[in-house]
């Protein structure tokens, strides 16, 4: 059975405007997400992994960001060709987002429930001072933040919603900030790094809760993260990213016992290991955008490299059992 | 000389909660509760625990940046528990630490060589010819190239900004390095770097290391013996090999199964998952008896007494009225 496509980011590349030139961050991304899956992005700081889900959501500011190819379809329609009106009011209902940091996300002078209220309560409508509150409207809003709470478990919902972000621990403010993004059972969830400032114990709770309620929920999610042990416990598939461009992709199962690109092998080889093994790491940093290489953007710090690298940007090829690699080590159809 | 660098005895640091108009003391913050070890020259402590179990104080009240409540500091042979602070300065050229983040942790407005002749010049270590010639000596040691030292911090990386850090705390040829989670702001690519740097120094320079984290992975590639703490208490202490083998405590076994791993044959290697209910308590409200007893998945009536640090048959010291039971799989998970 073939599930329907959702959203399909079609060889996106976006370049920012800087005091010294032209940075080229985005460089052609490929990703695509069928309805009810769970995708990871991958990849270290810098990598355009942010750039690229937030531009779903419109989120990057042009200027400075301009876009200069492709196009994102949610249920065929592009959002790069959205109108204002038309993308505030597909923010937050159709798509939206988890933020990375609990204690910023948050606004301290207001009160769980306000804030979780309001989200429900606005319908794309700019409030004016005179504006009745519509009584109806902020009771069923009520009912549903005391929901979403409960399908968190939150313990006690009716006494958070009074409470103040200052008065609630780390992991229950990352819960809260989960919670506000399913006010509307949007259809595509965005997690940036959620989790990734709390501990293990901690993350591993807000995970398992995560899973479970996409599931049951139905919500398809696109998840970010560079620990490379959570993308493989929460996703269906992972796309690994470096310097904006995608270099590796696969199932998540299978993508960390055998990876192919010079990149995701450094990656895995770096990661403190239980049997007391680690790399040595990647040696150099990532290219400069402004003037990044013709060829592969990795040639810099490859220990495969060859001649071809140089000047000649691999494609993303297929490979047997549904992987992708961008690499010129591997050639079509191969395994 | 004997073969300890530190022993800590007993040691507590309070922090006293004031309230009210003339600030009445109302009660204490535990934040080292009791904590006795010895740490061998040349070997590496690591202290793990989630955020708020007293890792950082800890490792502050042994570099006395506390005065500790009770118990004793025994460094270098020598008794540091009550040493006024001109003593204090010169003992500091024997400790020094690698701060968290390094982004915060250096100056922005220095350049590296002003960052690096810092703690020569506030103790008065030889001219400026001498003071030169150490600099351009600590930045090879880090494995950077000598014209950073005329750069300033932002012109860095993540994993570069930190091996000044590392740079700086060798400055004054110190015995022991304090690591506050010095890779956790760096990605992975960069924290195996810094890792394999730091092994390097240590069996250079003979170094010992308190490496304080909450990564339990990076433990196992890292560190000699393993203080687990929770609530300002060590519930468990023992050498890696053990820890990971036969981690006996539940708060271990919690912490260990929560690891993301990245492949099967690793996650075969970790405990059955234990899940952990909420999250730690606030230390002004410590729970009476054994401090973890309230998220214990093993609790029972007996658990309202504090439990000791006992010896157990794999020579770790294990904190829980049950930890043999558990192990051996006679008591299970849930009965309350």
């Known amino acids: 059975m073939m599930s329907k496509v959702l959203l399909s980011i079609e060889d996106l590349k976006v370049h920012f405007t800087s005091y010294e030139g032209t940075a080229k961050i985005i460089n052609g991304v490929n990703i695509h997400l069928n309805e009810g899956e769970v995708i990871s992005i991958v990849g270290e700081?810098?990598?355009?992994?942010?750039?690229?889900?937030?531009?779903?959501?419109?989120?990057?500011?042009?200027?400075?960001?301009?876009?200069?190819?492709?196009?994102?379809?949610?249920?065929?329609?592009?959002?790069?060709?959205?109108?204002?009106?038309?993308?505030?009011?597909?923010?937050?209902?159709?798509?939206?987002?988890?933020?990375?940091?609990?204690m910023t996300a948050l606004n301290p002078v207001f009160t769980i429930g306000e804030q979780l209220m309001d989200v429900y309560m606005w319908k794309g409508k700019k409030r004016n001072i005179l504006s009745r509150v519509n009584k109806k409207l902020k009771q069923e809003a009520y009912?549903?933040?005391?929901?979403?709470?409960?399908?968190?478990?939150?313990?006690?919902?009716?006494?958070?919603?009074?409470?103040?972000?200052?008065?609630?621990?780390?992991?229950?403010?990352?819960?809260?900030?989960?919670?506000?993004?399913?006010?509307?059972?949007?259809?595509?969830?965005?997690?940036?790094?959620?989790?990734?400032?709390?501990?293990?114990?901690?993350?591993?709770?807000?995970?398992?809760?995560?899973?479970?309620?996409?599931?049951?929920?139905?919500i398809s999610m696109i998840f970010i993260t560079h620990n490379l042990g959570v993308a493989r416990i929460i996703s269906d598939r992972v796309y690994v990213m470096y310097a904006g461009e995608v270099v590796e992709e696969g199932d998540a199962k299978t993508i960390f016992e055998e990876s192919y690109h010079p990149y995701t092998n450094g990656l895995l080889a770096s990661i403190p290991k239980l049997d007391g093994s680690m790399g040595d790491g990647i040696d150099g940093r990532i290219p400069n955008f402004l003037n990044p290489p013709v060829g592969c953007r990795f040639y810099d710090r490859c220990t495969e490299r060859k001649s071809v690298c140089k000047d000649t940007r691999p494609d993303l090829i297929n490979l047997l059992n549904k992987r992708k690699v961008a690499c010129h080590l591997y050639s079509e159809g191969r395994n | 000389m004997s073969n300890n660098m530190l022993e800590i005895n007993g040691l507590k640091k309070y922090f006293p909660i004031n309230k009210g108009f003339f600030k009445k003391k109302v009660g204490d913050v535990k934040a080292v509760d009791d904590i006795s070890f010895t740490l061998e020259r040349g070997t590496t402590l690591a202290i793990v625990g989630e955020s708020g179990s007293g890792k950082t104080t800890l490792a502050k009240t042994i570099m006395r940046f506390y005065d500790p409540t009770e118990g004793t500091i025994n460094f270098d042979d020598r008794d540091i528990t009550n040493i006024d602070q001109k003593e204090l300065k010169l003992l500091r050229q024997q400790m020094q630490m690698v701060h968290q983040d390094p982004s915060t942790s250096l100056n922005p407005r220095k350049k590296i060589r002003d960052i690096l002749e810092a703690p020569l010049l506030i103790h008065k270590v030889g001219n400026k010819q001498q003071r030169e010639a150490r600099i351009r000596e600590l930045i090879n040691l880090v494995e950077l190239p000598e014209e950073f030292l005329n750069r300033n911090p932002h012109s860095l990386s993540g994993g570069q900004k930190q091996r000044i850090g590392i740079a700086r705390a060798l400055a004054l040829n110190p015995?022991?390095?304090?690591?506050?989670?010095?890779?956790?702001?760096?990605?992975?690519?960069?924290?195996?770097?810094?890792?394999?740097?730091?092994?390097?120094l240590q069996k250079k320079l003979n170094l010992t290391y308190i490496f304080i984290t909450h990564d339990l992975s990076l433990v196992r590639n890292f560190a000699d013996q393993v203080a687990v703490m929770y609530l300002g208490s060590v519930v468990e202490y023992s050498d890696v090999e053990t820890l990971y083998n036969h981690p006996l405590n539940p708060y271990t076994q919690s912490l260990l199964s929560s690891i993301p791993v990245v492949n099967e044959n690793e996650s075969k290697m970790l405990p059955n998952k234990i899940p952990l209910e909420g999250e730690i308590p606030s230390p002004t409200k410590m729970p009476e008896g054994c401090k973890f007893h309230t998220r214990c998945p093993y609790a029972t009536e007996k658990c309202k007494q504090r439990p000791e640090l006992e010896i157990t048959k794999y020579g770790s010291r294990v904190s829980c009225h049950f930890a043999e039971d558990i192990s051996e799989g006679k008591v299970k998970a849930g009965i309350r």
Do not use: W
């Open chain 1, 45 to 102: 700081s810098g990598c355009g992994k942010s750039v690229t889900v937030r531009s779903i959501l419109g989120l990057v500011p042009t200027p400075p960001a301009k876009y200069v190819g492709g196009e994102i379809l949610f249920e065929n329609r592009n959002i790069l060709k959205f109108t204002k009106d038309e993308m505030q009011k597909m923010r937050g209902q159709d798509i939206s987002m988890i933020f990375q940091d609990p």
């Open chain 1, 143 to 218: 009912s549903r933040a005391i929901e979403v709470l409960e399908k968190m478990r939150i313990p006690d919902p009716t006494a958070i919603m009074k409470r103040y972000p200052v008065e609630l621990s780390g992991g229950m403010r990352q819960r809260i900030v989960i919670a506000m993004a399913l006010m509307h059972t949007p259809k595509l969830l965005i997690a940036d790094e959620p989790g990734t400032a709390l501990d293990v114990s901690v993350q591993d709770q807000i995970l398992i809760e995560l899973k479970r309620l996409v599931k049951e929920e139905g």
């Open chain 2, 175 to 200: 015995k022991l390095v304090v690591l506050d989670e010095p890779t956790s702001a760096l990605d992975v690519s960069v924290q195996a770097k810094i890792i394999t740097l730091l092994r390097d």
